[in-house]
């Protein structure tokens, strides 16, 4: 095949995208279900079938820099091609290097719906580690089978549904995740502060608190939160005040273009809304 090898595998993707597309506008059209509050539904679920769709034009390199056991986890064959056609907007192998994910780490994982980083996690972890996978309850309707599906081939893996206001974290963690979901924690009446407490009590000394979000407009605070989106000045601020310590701040997902005025879900910026990634980390002493 040559050099004609990747214009064959992008347009194996292409269509294969274009296929879950048409299936969960079928989905759509059964269910009624509307975003609200609940991250998900049938507009949710058909527009990120849309966003791979698109994305699937594009072609995602991992940087020659990553570490090999993070390249093998994104380069994957068990990563859906769904799921691959998102790397070009959301860049995993740049994000998980940057959380300093190692082998035999034990992670937490908040909003893990949909297994896009716990497939990565799940590996690069390995045996030796584990993943804790943590979901709210609303998700179980649409999620929960395949999460628990997952879990059953994954055995370092275990998933709970559970309200995170009576969530008990393990201890001795090496990292938590929120990736494109601590505004969510505001829609579905989360004690934020109480729930940074216990994950600053969960993390080892020197443990990392990893988030990534959707940005609304700078000084608006939570006045967005129903587009979705946060000022990322609400989670430094939140999160600092909890005893963490801010070591990294990146504009590696930003996007100018976002006006940051339009829901998260709208087709012409779902996938590629401007985003902040923060790396928080626990004080040794």
């Known amino acids: 095949m040559g050099k004609s090898f990747p214009r ?13 597309a048409l299936a969960c506008l079928a989905l759509g059209t059964a269910s009624a279900s509307p975003v609200g509050t609940k991250r998900g539904g049938a507009a ?84 030796k580690g584990h993943v804790y996978m943590y979901d ?11 999460s628990r599906a997952f879990v059953a081939t994954h055995p370092n893996c275990e998933y709970h549904l559970i309200d995170y206001n009576k969530l008990v974290l393990p201890r001795h963690v090496d ?8 505004h969510d924690l505001f829609l579905n009446h989360i004690d934020t502060a109480s729930l940074n407490a216990r994950i600053f009590k969960a993390l080892k000394p020197g443990g990392v608190f990893f988030i990534v979000d ?7 605070g939570t006045r967005d939160i129903k ?26 997902l930003a996007n100018p273009a976002d006006d940051h005025t339009q829901l998260i879900f709208s087709p012409s910026i779902r996938g590629r809304t401007d985003r902040t990634i923060f790396e928080f980390r626990k004080p040794q002493r």
């Open 44 to 127: 949710a679920v058909t527009a990120a079938a849309a966003d791979a769709a698109g994305a699937a034009a594009a072609t995602y390199e991992v940087p020659p820099d990553t570490p090999s056991y993070i390249r093998s986890a994104v380069e994957s064959p068990g990563r859906s091609a769904e799921q691959r056609a998102r790397d070009v907007n959301r860049k995993p192998a740049q994000i998980l290097t940057m959380s300093g994910i190692r082998p035999g780490d034990r992670v937490v994982e908040f909003a893990s719906f949909g297994q896009y980083y716990t497939t990565m996690l799940s590996q690069i972890v390995g045996p």
């Open 227 to 252: 587009l979705h989106r946060i000022d990322p000045e609400v989670i430094r601020r939140q999160v600092t005040a909890a005893g963490f310590r801010l070591v990294e701040e990146s504009h590696l």
């Open 175 to 182: 990292i938590v995740f929120i990736v494109l979901y601590y």
């Open 8 to 20: 064959i595998l992008t347009g194996m993707l292409l269509l294969r995208a274009l296929a879950a």
């Open 214 to 220: 959707h940005n609304a407009a700078p000084g608006s």
């Open 136 to 146: 709210l309850p609303y998700t179980g309707k649409r999620a929960g089978a395949a």
